[in-house]
């Protein structure tokens, strides 16, 4: 883990912006990697089968407040959640 944030480290920088780490083919396996020694750091068990804690509120409500308070990262969740709050309000009666 501590390689990974040596490396490049999400809590600070923009996750969206995170290359690829040496020993990986693809961003798509270091990024998974990496969120799942995130996860392993904190005792919390992290499959894409069964994604556990990572469906509470809270990590939705994290990051929700990430994208206000640092607007310039995320940039890709931010503009789905526009869309999401866009095709929201066409549908409330």
Same mark, same amino acid.
């Given at each position: 883990?501590?390689?990974?944030?040596?490396?490049?480290?999400?809590?600070?920088?923009?996750?969206?912006?995170?290359?690829?780490?040496?020993?990986?083919?693809?961003?798509?396996?270091?990024?998974?990697?990496?969120?799942?020694?995130?996860?392993?750091?904190?005792?919390?068990?992290?499959?894409?089968?069964?994604?556990?804690?990572?469906?509470?509120?809270?990590?939705? +409500? !994290? &990051?929700? =407040?990430?994208? /206000?308070?640092?607007? +310039? !990262? &995320?940039? =890709?969740?931010? /503009?789905?959640?526009?869309?999401?709050?866009?095709?929201?309000?066409?549908?409330?009666?």
């Amino acid at each position: 883990m501590l390689d990974y944030t040596k490396y490049y480290d999400v809590s600070v920088n923009c996750p969206e912006n995170m290359g690829r780490y040496q020993e990986f083919n693809t961003h798509a396996q270091f990024h998974g990697a990496y969120l799942r020694a995130l996860f392993e750091a904190k005792n919390i068990t992290y499959s894409k089968k069964r994604p556990g804690d990572v469906l509470k509120p809270f990590y939705l +409500e !994290q &990051l929700l =407040t990430r994208i /206000q308070v640092q607007p +310039e !990262q &995320l940039t =890709t969740f931010r /503009q789905f959640i526009d869309f999401c709050n866009k095709i929201k309000s066409k549908f409330k009666i």
